[in-house]
C-alpha cells in the first residue's frame, strides 16, 4: 500500500491550497479505510489536522483549522483531499495523509499507513 500526497507549496497569508492523498495497491480496498490528514512543524509534534470516515464520511478537525479547511475523499479515485482556506503562518508544517482499518482517530497511532508528506509554508 501506498500514500502520495501532493499539492504543497509556498503560499501568501490568506491564500488556499488544495492537497490531495492518491492510494495505490491492488490489495488496498480505499473505500474500507478512515482517511486523516496530520502536520508536523518544525521542532514540533506531529498534530491532527482532519478526518474522515469510511462508513458515511464523517469529518473531524482540530480547532485551529475548524471552518477554514474541509476533508473530503473520493473512493473511485482512491483519493482523499484537504481544501485549506485562509491559510495563516501558523499552518507551515509538513502535512501528511494517513489510512486506518480501524476507523478514524486523532491518534496517528490508529492509522497503519502514512504517505510521505507534502511541505506547505505560509508566508506573512
Known amino acids: 500500500v501506498q500514500l502520495q500526497a501532493s499539492g504543497g507549496g509556498l503560499v501568501q497569508a490568506g491564500g488556499s491550497l488544495r492537497l490531495s492523498c492518491a492510494a495505490s495497491?491492488?490489495?488496498?480496498?480505499?473505500?474500507?479505510?478512515?482517511m486523516g490528514w496530520f502536520r508536523q512543524a518544525p521542532g514540533k509534534e506531529r498534530e491532527f489536522v482532519a478526518s474522515?470516515?469510511?462508513?458515511?464520511?464523517?469529518?473531524v478537525y482540530a480547532d485551529s483549522v475548524k471552518g477554514r479547511f474541509t476533508i473530503s475523499r473520493d473512493n473511485a479515485k482512491k483519493s482523499q483531499y484537504l481544501q485549506m482556506n485562509s491559510l495563516k503562518p501558523e499552518d507551515t508544517a509538513v502535512y501528511s495523509c494517513?489510512?486506518?482499518?480501524?476507523?478514524?482517530?486523532?491518534?496517528?497511532?490508529?492509522?497503519?499507513?502514512w504517505g510521505q508528506g507534502t511541505q506547505v509554508t505560509v508566508s506573512s
Open positions: 495497491g491492488r490489495t488496498f480496498t480505499f473505500s474500507a479505510y478512515g
Open positions: 474522515i470516515s469510511a462508513s458515511d464520511g464523517t469529518t
Open positions: 494517513a489510512a486506518s482499518g480501524r476507523g478514524t482517530s486523532r491518534n496517528p497511532s490508529r492509522y497503519e499507513y
